[in-house]
């Protein structure tokens, strides 16, 4: 069974940071994209956040989050991770890991992405 799990969410002040971790299991996930996408309160969809591509080894971010959030990944742990610093009340969301995008698809479409994690919280206060 496939799963990609998310952890390291939680509360925070507005300005403070918070990282988060996804690890994969049941397969690897080296050969593929690895991503982020968050739900906000009310919102109907998720949002890109950020991905990792294999085959450009490129970084790509929404610009509401460029400068203020990074994606790494450990291939040796089958893990991405997305620090985030200057969290502001706006970045509140349900964010969701994601992997394997079909190639079909535009980076920031979530609906390229078959591997999706169970969702792990993160509240920024004012």
């Known amino acids: 069974q496939v799963q990609l799990v998310e952890s390291g969410g939680g509360s925070v002040q507005a300005g403070g940071s918070l990282r988060l971790s996804c690890q994969g299991s049941g397969r690897t996930f080296s050969g593929d994209d690895m991503g982020w996408f968050r739900q906000a309160p009310g919102k109907a969809m998720a949002a890109f956040v950020a991905?990792?591509?294999?085959?450009?080894?490129?970084?790509y971010y929404a610009d509401s989050v460029k400068g203020r959030y990074t994606i790494s990944r450990d291939n040796t742990r089958n893990t991405v991770y997305l620090q985030m610093n200057s969290l502001k009340p706006e970045d509140t969301a349900e964010y969701f890991c994601?992997?394997?995008?079909?190639?079909?698809?535009?980076?920031?479409?979530?609906?390229?992405?078959?591997?999706w994690g169970q969702g792990i919280q993160v509240t920024v206060s004012s």
């Open positions: 994601v992997g394997q995008r079909n190639s079909a698809y535009d980076y920031y479409d979530p609906r390229g992405y078959r591997y």
């Open positions: 991905v990792m591509a294999v085959n450009d080894h490129m970084t």
